[in-house]
């Protein structure tokens, strides 16, 4: 096997069956038989063997897609879930117990915010956020029971980012786990195990999927890490179906070349709308004007494809903007080949307060655009016309 990540997103596959079979195949069953009862007795006796016995536990299709977003992330192992919350909570609820502390960046995607500060207190897990435009103050909030740094960068829809090298640094000392959701910028743009994060997991719901599919959740890292997530999920059942793990094992071909194609349009598009005049701001990771655009050239490959904007209009011109749309989807999801505009105020993060929603940069009129693969003139053209409008 070719060490080149582009070419073992394509060729690691699940070992021929003997119907020779070009594509993967897909292992669509619940169970697994044996030949004998002592062979069964055997499969059962030691959690850690690698024998197939229920798709709750492991499957060959999953295990192809697990196998090859490690090999993208430079990670040793890892374990694949039915959604992205599912394995961020995973993640939570192996490395932390009652009593532990985490700190995590105030910019998360809305549902982690909300396991983090109404979920984790309930089984006496502490937090603290701290601000991802101001990371020099995490030493400050490290406990003697801190037990993992949670970031995500670039962050969910606010695209605030973090030196992921500097975090791993501050992590190592204190001998803090730092877990990175790397779903915006995808193994393909950023790789946060080399520059020293233990564990990486995503969302495979949005560009690992990249057609607005199905849904789907990874944790790559460390085999010892590994293993008790394994444990976790196995026991407690959000597993990753053998489907899914098809469909986004034949994603992952065409994972670099995709985002290659969304961030040149993104970086297009950006480029296209700074200045504009309804536009009080527009942020992309590789636009010159983004506050931490030394950090992301040093640890991304290119910008990604998200991007948001201001409209100076507030809240009205951000509904109205919407409604003018004509080919853009309106859409909370993100990751698809279809481009998509998004009021995060009023969708994803409207369960947090006023305050909340403030502090994370997420204001009434911030639109978030999944920029696509559709031509970048229309893409532009339509986001043209509705600013006009709105
Ligand atoms: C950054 C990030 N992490 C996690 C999630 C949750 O993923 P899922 O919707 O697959 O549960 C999302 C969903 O939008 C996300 O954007």
């Known amino acids: 096997m070719s060490k080149r990540r582009e070419t073992k997103a394509i060729r690691i ?12 195949p897909l292992f669509l069953t619940s169970s697994f038989t044996y030949d004998s009862a002592e062979e069964m007795a055997a499969a059962f006796a ?5 024998v197939n016995i229920y798709s709750r536990f492991k499957n060959p299709t999953v295990d192809e897609f697990i196998e090859k977003i490690a090999a993208l992330e430079g990670a040793e192992d890892g374990v694949a879930t039915g959604t992205g919350m599912a394995a961020v909570f995973a993640t939570f609820m192996t490395f ?6 985490l700190i995590s960046a105030s910019a998360v995607f809305g549902s982690t915010h909300t396991i983090v500060t109404k979920y984790l207190p309930k089984w006496g897990i502490e937090h603290s956020y701290f601000n991802m435009n101001d990371p020099a103050n995490i030493g400050s909030l490290i406990r003697p029971n801190t037990k993992m740094l949670y970031v995500e960068t670039p962050s969910n829809p606010g695209l605030d980012i973090v030196d992921i090298e500097e975090l791993a640094k501050i992590c190592k000392k204190n001998n803090i786990l730092l877990v990175v959701d790397n779903c915006f ?4 743009v950023q790789q946060p195990i080399p520059l020293g994060a233990d564990l990486v997991l995503h969302s495979a719901t949005k560009f690992i999927d990249g ?6 959740g990874v944790v790559v890292g460390r085999k010892d890490l590994v293993y008790p997530l394994y444990l976790f999920i196995r026991n407690t059942g959000p ?5 899914n793990a098809w469909v986004l094992s034949k994603s992952l071909e065409t994972l670099f070349i995709r985002m290659d194609k969304h961030a040149d349009n993104a970086l297009k598009l950006a480029n296209a709308l700074e200045g504009h005049p309804k ?5 992309y990771p590789f636009l010159t004007s983004h506050p931490q655009y030394t950090i992301a050239k040093k640890q991304m490959s290119n910008g990604g494809g998200i991007l948001t904007f201001e409209l100076k209009g507030g809240i009205e011109s951000g509904r109205k903007f919407l409604n003018e749309l004509k080919m853009l989807s309106v859409t909370n999801n993100l990751g698809d080949s279809r481009s998509i505009a998004a009021h995060p105020a009023s969708t994803t993060h409207s369960k947090l307060s006023e305050a909340e929603r403030q502090e994370v ?13 559709e031509h970048i003139d229309d893409i532009l053209a339509d986001i043209k016309q509705a600013l006009d409008k709105s």
């Not at 057609?211 to 789907?216: A, P, S």
């Open 13 to 24: 596959q699940t070992e021929k069956t003997a119907q020779k079979e070009h594509s993967t």
């Open 46 to 50: 030691d959690d850690s063997l690698d």
């Open 96 to 101: 932390l117990g009652k009593g532990d502390h």
């Open 185 to 188: 910028a995808t193994p393909a």
């Open 211 to 216: 057609q607005g599919r199905v849904l789907g």
């Open 239 to 243: 597993s990753l179906s053998p489907f």
């Open 279 to 283: 536009l009080s701001a527009v942020k």
């Open 361 to 373: 940069g997420i204001t009434p009129g911030l639109i978030r655009i999944s920029v696509g693969l």
